[in-house]
């Protein structure tokens, strides 16, 4: 048993190492450590021909349980069909209300209605990047928010920069309130059987305080910039009608009632016993029968390599939980906390915090579920208290630095792409206070409310 749990700390490392390195791809470093797990650990240390069954969980998705539940948890050893189906579902919907404009066309709207005045605008598109991002993921999110906020500046002779870093830090705020909002959160609900509205009434409480404080942080770090924008006095004139980005008024519609009814089906998951698998599959089987001869386009444009790094990253980490590594970790800060429940809160959500800053926060999510599962057993503590200490800390975390999220690094990047270059100074200048903030008052929330 030393040598297998040596051998998957070994390959765990490496997978990390190689991730934040960013020299090959997520998705091709994690197969293959996965692949070494399967051979290595399961196969020639162990020689245990179950945990490799147990691990690739393909079973699970045969049977009832999985597209139909009464609010059972999915087991959350090895790969994690659920959430991969899931995220492929959404990834299909976001792209098909891509195609029809609704990004852009919301956006230009939104402009609209505040008259491009730039605090009302610099306001109301951090507000719309935490609510779109609650059902959206913030990368796609981010991506078009980032290009209109770019092409706004044009129009508008403004620096987009304030408000492309504000929009993105928005962005993870307000996914860390929703199951469907973040990664880790889909990892951490389909594994433990949280659903919609358990995201909603615990961490979606501590965003919406975060964010009114986020709101007044943001207009505090860039009051001069705005300042001097606004006494511009600029009249918009000749700016383009929001409807001219609506290409086909069928496919737009469509778009919005499938959303719509996405909505519907994540909030009411848990009385309705469907499984977000269920969900995800049924939402892009409409999205694609409804787009027609689009249908492939939208096939096509699905990050393959995203649902690939999740295959080989719940491997990986199902090597560390089979092998005991993750139960001794458990045990060691249970030991280090003396099980105070206010000091496994703080460890579970600064650790989170500060790991997520520097590596990407799915892994280390997946890698940390199964230690809070053990805490909660060892401890006596009640899981769901430990898992949203570990989703607002995972998913808030990684806003502190350029690459701490995938979010940040597509807004950065967009922004450079159009001369407007933001360096990790500059960034951290700005987001790491922030961050501060947020996991800060998400820590003293949950010791009133849990502790």
């Not at 190689?18 to 692949?35: A, P």
């Not at 179950?50 to 690739?56: C, G, N």
């Not at 792209?95 to 919301?106: D, K, N, P, T, Y």
């Not at 719940?314 to 970790?329: D, H, K, N, R, Y």
Request: proline share 3%.
């Amino acid at each position: 048993m030393i040598v297998s749990q040596v051998l998957a700390i070994i390959i765990f490392v490496v997978m990390f190492v190689l991730i934040v390195l960013d020299k090959i791809e997520r998705h091709i470093v994690t197969l293959g450590c996965g692949l070494l797990t399967l051979l290595l650990v399961f196969g020639l240390t162990m020689h245990s021909g179950s945990a490799i069954m147990e691990t690739l969980n393909v079973k699970s998705i045969f049977t009832p349980g999985f597209w139909y539940s009464a609010g059972e948890a999915e087991s959350s050893s090895g790969i994690n069909w659920s959430t991969i189906i899931f995220i492929a579902g959404m990834m299909v919907m976001v792209e098909g209300m891509a195609r029809a404009g609704f990004f852009q066309w919301l956006c230009m709207n939104l402009a609209k209605l505040v008259h491009y005045k730039p605090v009302p605008l610099f306001i109301t598109f951090m507000l719309i990047s935490a609510v779109l991002s609650m059902f959206i993921d913030s990368i796609t999110v981010i991506l078009f928010l980032a290009a209109v906020t770019v092409e706004l500046g044009k129009l508008l002779k403004i620096d987009p920069v304030p408000m492309i870093l504000s929009e993105i830090f928005c962005a993870n705020l307000g996914g860390s309130a929703t199951m469907c909002g973040d990664p880790p959160n889909i990892i951490i609900g389909t594994s433990l059987g949280y659903s919609f509205g358990d995201f909603l009434t615990n961490t979606g409480v501590m965003a919406g305080i975060s964010l009114v404080l986020i709101v007044f942080y943001f207009y505090f770090a860039f009051r001069k910039e705005l300042a001097q924008e606004s006494a511009n006095g600029f009249v918009p004139e000749n700016l383009p009608d929001p409807k001219s980005v609506i290409q086909n008024k069928r496919d737009f519609a469509i778009s919005c009632v499938i959303f719509a009814c996405a909505v519907v089906l994540l909030v009411t998951h848990a009385q309705t016993g469907l499984t977000v698998a269920f969900i995800g599959l049924v939402i892009a089987l409409i999205t694609l029968i409804t787009s027609g001869r689009h249908m492939l386009l939208l096939l096509q444009r699905v990050d393959y390599k995203t649902l690939l790094f999740f295959v080989g990253l719940f491997v990986v980490v199902s090597g560390l939980e089979q092998t005991g590594i993750l139960e001794v970790v458990a045990g060691f800060i249970g030991t280090v906390s003396n099980g105070n429940l206010k000091l496994i809160v703080a460890i579970i959500i600064w650790l989170s915090a500060i790991a997520s800053a520097f590596i990407d926060n799915i892994p280390f999510a997946a890698t940390m579920l199964p230690v809070i599962r053990s805490l909660a057993a060892t401890q006596g503590i009640d899981p769901s208290t430990l898992a949203w200490a570990l989703s607002m800390g995972t998913d808030i975390g990684g806003s502190a630095t350029p690459i701490g999220a995938s979010a940040n690094v597509v807004g950065i990047s967009v922004a450079a792409k159009n001369g407007h270059f933001i360096g990790w100074g500059k960034y951290c200048k700005y987001s790491a206070p922030a961050t501060v903030i947020v996991v800060a008052v998400s820590m003293l929330f949950m010791f009133v409310r849990y502790c």
